[in-house]
């Protein structure tokens, strides 16, 4: 990617994904972010676009690009210098992160739910406690190989990945049963 290649947040427009915390982290580290993904429409919601995001928009490079559709999610993290995602609650399994690798892109997250079995600090992104260590990572990114990304979206998450430990499993379970019963 380029060097001047933009972060990006592509997440629901949620205090939880952490937008804010995306955009204080573009700010503090002088790069752009683009930011995609749907408004939350509750009153909860629009107060949090009105006080925390759209203040910023379109000022020091941040900038709202609404919704993408799976094309436009490949093209955009494809040619983005990491996502930028620092969600502030036990996100169960976020696609979008082993979306992002799959394309190739490292991820900046935070060490909450699932993330640490997605991402592998230090390999393919970097996981932080703090805006200010999401700037670091934000300047460490040259360390990550892409190739890395790529590789571990392919051996933990791929259709064939996945079918693999699902067979896994259902042998376990058959085996398990078949010791109970004897």
Not at 14 to 42: C, F, M, Q, Y
Not at 88 to 105: H, N, S
Not at 112 to 133: A, K, Q
């Amino acid at each position: 990617v380029a060097d001047d290649a933009p972060l990006v947040f592509l997440s629901r427009l949620d205090p939880i994904k952490g937008a804010h915390n995306a955009i204080e982290t573009a700010l503090k580290s002088g790069r752009r972010l683009l930011i995609a993904g749907n408004r939350v429409e509750t009153p909860a919601g629009v107060a949090y676009w009105e006080s925390r995001i759209a203040p910023f928009l379109n000022k020091g490079g941040i900038e709202y690009i609404g919704a993408v559709n799976d094309s436009q999610k490949n093209k955009l993290l494809g040619q983005a210098a990491a996502m930028l995602v620092p969600i502030a609650w036990d996100e169960p399994f976020g696609i979008v992160f082993a979306e992002a690798l799959a394309c190739g892109t490292p991820v900046i997250s935070t060490p909450r739910g699932s993330l640490p079995e997605i991402v592998r600090s230090g390999v393919e992104g970097y996981l932080v406690s703090s805006v200010d260590e999401a700037v670091n990572a934000v300047q460490e990114l040259s360390i990550i190989q892409r190739q890395h990304c790529r590789q571990r979206a392919e051996a933990c998450f791929s259709a064939e990945a996945i079918v693999n430990q699902y067979v896994q499993l259902y042998q376990e379970a058959i085996l398990g049963r078949r010791n109970l019963q004897q």
